[in-house]
């Protein structure tokens, strides 16, 4: 079975910057991705990891680490826009295997 | 604009209908998917096609049905629909090879029944 675990909720300061945890539990493994979702929208893609470390995009990044079945998102300079549900997805077995998501962490951030 | 679309975007529904939510893409993807989203419990998978012609299912198949007769739609249908699938229902699809991995989601239906 695949398991995803990430918190329900955080809440961050605008400017400041704010790392969202994800760890998992999967048979097999071939990616963890990262999507933002603001209320009301569909989720849109952030980010993709399937080797270890760390993958910069912007104010954006997400590091793996496969040995420990753990990532994180780290955003910086954050911004009022930025308050959105962050899920956090894991690709078990082969590259067809469907995206199985954790249950997303709501981020508020306050002026 | 190429993208996928879903229809319709909301639907009131009385128990015991049937209802065919309809999803297409023009990207060409060869995988899609439908996913439930609720409160609390997050986005969990119906059912999926890895190809035209081929289906499976997911975490919470039951009471749905879904079909792929060419790449372009993906239908999902509840034969008969009870209050527990009031939800958003998102479709989604990729493109497997290539190395192109982004999953890309619909807008979404929202669905109430009553």
């Known amino acids: 079975g695949q398991n995803i675990d990430q918190p329900t909720e955080m809440t961050a300061t605008e400017g400041a910057i704010v790392q969202i945890n994800c760890t998992y539990q999967?048979?097999?493994?071939?990616?963890l991705f990262w999507y933002q979702q603001h209320a009301g929208e569909a989720p849109t893609f952030l980010s993709y990891?399937?080797?270890?470390g760390l993958e910069e995009k912007g104010r954006f990044s997400s590091f793996l680490s496969r040995s420990k079945g753990y990532s994180y998102l780290l955003l910086k300079e954050l911004q009022m826009k930025d308050s959105a549900s962050y899920l956090c997805?894991?690709?078990?077995?082969?590259?067809?295997?469907?995206?199985?998501f954790g249950k997303g962490t709501r981020l508020s951030v306050i002026a | 604009i190429a993208g996928i679309t879903q229809a319709p975007t909301s639907q009131i529904l009385a128990a015991g209908r049937r209802m065919t939510l309809r999803c297409t893409q023009d990207?060409?993807?060869?995988?899609m998917y439908w996913y439930r989203q609720d409160l609390g419990l997050g986005l969990r998978l119906i059912h999926y096609?890895?190809?035209?012609?081929?289906?499976g299912k997911g975490e919470v198949p039951d009471g749905y049905s879904v079909s792929r007769a060419n790449t372009d739609d993906f239908p999902l249908t509840l034969a008969s629909a009870v209050p527990s699938q009031t939800s958003v229902y998102f479709c989604?699809?990729?493109?497997?090879?290539?190395?192109?991995?982004?999953?890309?989601f619909g807008p979404g239906t929202r669905l109430t029944v009553l």
């Open positions: 997805a894991v690709r078990g077995g082969s590259g067809n295997t469907p995206l199985v």
């Open positions: 990207m060409r993807h060869n995988a």
């Open positions: 989604a699809s990729r493109l497997t090879s290539g190395g192109d991995n982004e999953q890309f």
């Open positions: 096609s890895n190809t035209a012609g081929t289906t």
């Open positions: 999967t048979s097999g493994f071939n990616g």
């Open positions: 990891n399937v080797l270890d």
